[in-house]
């Protein structure tokens, strides 16, 4: 079946610094690949998407290139800021109308002033 | 543009005790997920419906579980009778059509089982 690995957290850092969030996974097919965050006492919210071998989605300055050969999704972003501050799920999606997520455990964020 | 709205947000109960969340799905939205949401886990899909029709419940415990979706809007998940294990973060979402289109999620319900 599906599967999504992330890197084992928390993650802290300094404002400005840069990250990187590791997700790897494994799945039939060419599924869809996704990363949602969750900001404290909200709902889960997309933050970028990719639907096909090498492509880059990218929103707020984060990245995530899909790496069909090493079967892998990490979000990236060179310069954190205190709003961050969230937990961060990878997640993928077999393609088709019967599809859904599979998400990985999640990574929380902290970003320190 | 509202976003999907459940209640409660919180909800404590007494295991064997019976507890329902409900869940209103943004407007025009037609598919609408439940997921439960353990401790340091992410979300897993219990079921999914397009429109009134529950199309994927395989993960759902039919033994204690139940959900509807009447008129193909608002949803109830119900859990009869509660079990300790039960104690988790209860999701729901909805998207305008199955498949890669967006999926959009409450706030969720954080339930707690004595």
């Known amino acids: 079946g599906n599967s999504v690995t992330q890197m084992e957290g928390p993650v802290t850092l300094s404002e400005e610094a840069f990250l990187t969030i590791n997700c790897t996974y494994t799945a039939t097919g060419y599924p869809s690949l996704f990363w949602y965050v969750q900001y404290p006492g909200e709902g889960l919210q997309l933050l970028l998407k990719a639907t096909k071998a090498d492509d880059k989605g990218s929103n707020k300055g984060f990245e995530a290139t899909y790496r069909k050969e090493t079967t892998s999704f990490h979000l990236e972003k060179g310069s954190v800021q205190v709003s961050d501050s969230a937990v961060y799920f990878c997640a993928l999606s077999d393609t088709g109308a019967n599809s859904k997520l599979t998400f990985g455990k999640g990574i929380t964020l902290s970003v320190r002033p | 543009e509202a976003g999907v709205v459940q209640s409660p947000r919180y909800k404590i109960i007494e295991k064997k005790q019976p507890v329902a969340f409900w869940c209103n799905p943004i407007?025009?939205?037609?598919?609408l997920y439940w997921y439960l949401q353990n401790l340091g886990q992410g979300p897993e899909l219990l079921i999914r419906y397009e429109n009134e029709e529950a199309v994927d419940d395989s993960q759902l415990p039919k033994d204690r579980f139940s959900a509807e979706r009447l008129k193909g809007v608002d949803s109830t998940l119900k859990i009869q009778p509660a079990e300790l294990g039960d104690s988790a973060v209860y999701l729901c979402?909805?998207?305008?059509?199955?498949?890669?289109?967006?999926?959009?999620f409450g706030p969720g319900t954080r339930l707690l089982v004595l």
């Open positions: 979402a909805s998207s305008l059509g199955p498949g890669l289109e967006t999926q959009y």
């Open positions: 407007s025009g939205h037609n598919t």
